[in-house]
């Protein structure tokens, strides 16, 4: 090997050396005042994967286990019956027990063929979200709004017809407006809201 061969490698292994020190060493750490910000859609974002795999693992893991099992049912007037609440129902009371922190963060389902009447939608946003995400389910719809003063931030994430528990409680409830769901098919929304500011 001449020595100008021996020169070049000795060049490349220490460009070698040098990019992998530079990729392997850890980047120095932002001191813990500094300020680190998100935008709003990956906050929602989170958020709705943590109601989405919450409902999903109360669903499958705890109804639908313990009714197979004959251990309990859930049913739609569970405090009276001392019976588990359905999904929708956990989903509404977590929801309501997040409202009462004071942290402005809310979360809710609604539907265009809701059992019940209050989970309708409650404004424009939600309306438009509804019926965007009939054609577009695997992206949420967003927006912002005002009430009063403060503005907020919402985002509307299609409720897909998941388990057979929640297709043949929806298809067989005597006040559903629609009875035909089938799996994958979207039932609904879950509309999470989130204050930012005035």
């Known amino acids: 090997m001449t020595s100008s061969n021996k020169s070049m490698w000795g060049t490349i292994l ?10 392997i060493s850890p980047a120095p750490a932002l001191p813990e005042s500094s300020p680190i910000s998100l935008p709003i859609e990956t906050v929602a974002n989170y958020l709705h994967a943590i109601i989405e795999a ?15 099992k004959g251990v309990v049912v859930a049913s739609e007037n569970w405090e009276q019956k001392n019976t588990l609440p359905l999904p929708a129902q956990f989903l509404m009371e977590s929801g309501r027990y997040i409202a009462k922190k004071g942290l402005g963060v809310q979360y809710r389902l609604i539907s265009l063929w809701p059992i019940n ?5 409650t404004n424009e946003l939600e309306k438009t979200g509804l019926g965007t995400i009939l054609t577009q389910p695997t992206r949420p719809y967003t927006g912002f709004m005002k009430v009063g003063e403060t503005r907020y931030f919402q985002a509307v994430y299609a409720d897909l017809a998941t388990t057979q528990a929640c297709i043949g409680c929806h298809n067989a409830h005597p006040d559903s407006p629609k009875r035909d769901f089938k799996v994958n098919d979207v ?11 005035q």
Not at 54 to 68: A, G, I, P, S
Not at 117 to 121: G, P
């Open 14 to 23: 220490l460009s070698f050396a040098i990019a992998g020190a530079t990729l």
């Open 187 to 197: 039932m609904g929304a879950i509309v999470i809201t989130i204050p930012v500011g």
């Open 54 to 68: 919450d409902r999903d693992v109360y669903t499958r893991h705890v109804v639908e286990r313990l009714q197979m």
């Open 117 to 121: 009447k209050r989970n309708t939608a």
